[in-house]
């Protein structure tokens, strides 16, 4: 009997060993992951996700795919900012939101950025029926061009099928996004 509450013991520690370096190691991937997938800007993001009825998380995804959080970044085609937003498309938003806009300043506020960013994904999640999936293809590609592939039948209009994006950058976008929403949502619960 003895020897038997002796091995129940010695299982029960390493089964308790085992359960503190799992919950240790997983302590240590969430803050490694947190750094590589951090939440900045949260007062802006919350307060226009909000405002514009768009899921705070998939703000966040598009920004860390945009600009990695960096509100000084300048793609090679000229989007700016934190959500990489085009100064014409941007300067459109702002007219619409009755918003002072200065050309060559105003998108390297992170404020205002994400502001003009999340109303113009807004318009795009109206625009396709709340569909994120075609909305954050518009993101990238933009309306004509989904419009031409939905027409063309190259994607549906549902969305269902989203791997079918022609624009292999666009492509990859929209399943970068797709992933870090996921680790997000999964990180930060």
Do not use: C
Not at 89 to 101: H, K, M, S, Y
Request: net charge positive; charged share 20%.
């Amino acid at each position: 009997m003895q020897k038997k509450i002796i091995k129940i013991t010695i299982v029960l520690t390493i089964i308790t060993l085992v359960a503190i370096l799992l919950f240790g190691v997983f302590k240590v991937q969430n803050i490694v992951l947190k750094k590589i997938y951090p939440m900045k800007y949260t007062e802006y993001v919350y307060k226009y996700a909000k405002e514009y009825n768009v899921d705070p998380v998939l703000v966040f995804a598009i920004i860390k795919a945009e600009s990695n959080f960096n509100p000084n970044v300048v793609s090679s085609s000229n989007a700016i900012g934190l959500m990489q937003l085009m100064e014409a498309t941007a300067e459109e938003i702002a007219r619409n939101l009755e918003i002072d806009f200065v050309k060559g300043k105003s998108l390297y506020n992170p404020e205002l950025n994400i502001q003009l960013g999340t109303k113009y994904f807004s318009n795009l999640m109206k625009e396709y029926n709340n569909n994120y999936l075609l909305a954050l293809t518009a993101y990238n590609a933009g309306i004509g061009n989904v419009g031409r592939w939905i027409e063309q039948g190259i994607i549906k209009a549902d969305g269902s099928d989203i791997e079918n994006i022609p624009f292999k950058e666009t492509n990859n976008y929209v399943r970068k996004i797709l992933r870090d929403y996921k680790i997000y949502r999964e990180l930060y619960k």
